[in-house]
């Protein structure tokens, strides 16, 4: 047997279920979009010219609208530690600074992956690197070892 349904019958079921779904995507929409949104860039392993130092360079983009820390980054080969160039010395870094809407560079001169005692690297070889924030997920990349005279990834060769 089918009742007539009266005009408003489902109005306030509908307009509670509507404001609880608002409430939902509103909340998780504005977390989800200032959080920091994190990506590592043209990672590689320098084939060392020490058997005993490696050092691995990296960019870290966070297109989020929080800022993050790099705690830490563990190698699948040897024993990581991140460091910076300061005039002639190198310095070990606790953390580094991953700004919201930037990037976190890590490059030749400057700010760098240490790998003690990293065993045989050779060009064409592959390392994993994971990479620990403060409040973001790890993330972890497989990234190359080239050699010591080749182009960085993500730079031109020059020819």
């Known amino acids: 047997m089918n009742l007539p349904l009266k005009v408003g ?4 079921p509908v307009a509670v279920l509507a404001a609880g779904a608002g409430l939902l ?11 920091a949104q994190l990506k590592i860039n043209d990672a590689y392993v320098r084939e060392p010219a ?17 800022a993050d820390t790099l705690t830490k980054v563990a190698s699948s080969t040897g024993r990581a ?22 990037t976190l560079d890590f490059s ?10 990293p065993g ?16 973001s997920a790890p993330i972890t990349v497989t990234v190359p070892v080239i050699g010591i005279a080749d182009p960085a990834p993500g730079e031109s060769s020059g020819q």
């Open 9 to 12: 019958a489902l109005a306030a």
């Open 25 to 35: 995507l509103w909340s998780g929409g504005s977390a989800g979009a200032s959080a």
């Open 50 to 66: 020490n058997p005993d130092e490696a050092a691995a360079y990296f960019t870290i983009a966070n297109d989020g609208g929080t």
């Open 81 to 102: 530690s991140l460091h910076e160039t300061v005039g002639p010395k190198m310095v070990a870094l606790a953390s580094a600074p991953v700004p919201a809407h930037g």
């Open 108 to 117: 030749p001169g400057g700010s760098h992956l240490m790998i003690d005692d």
């Open 120 to 135: 045989p690297l050779t060009p064409g070889t592959k390392v994993r690197l994971t990479f620990t924030f403060a409040a």
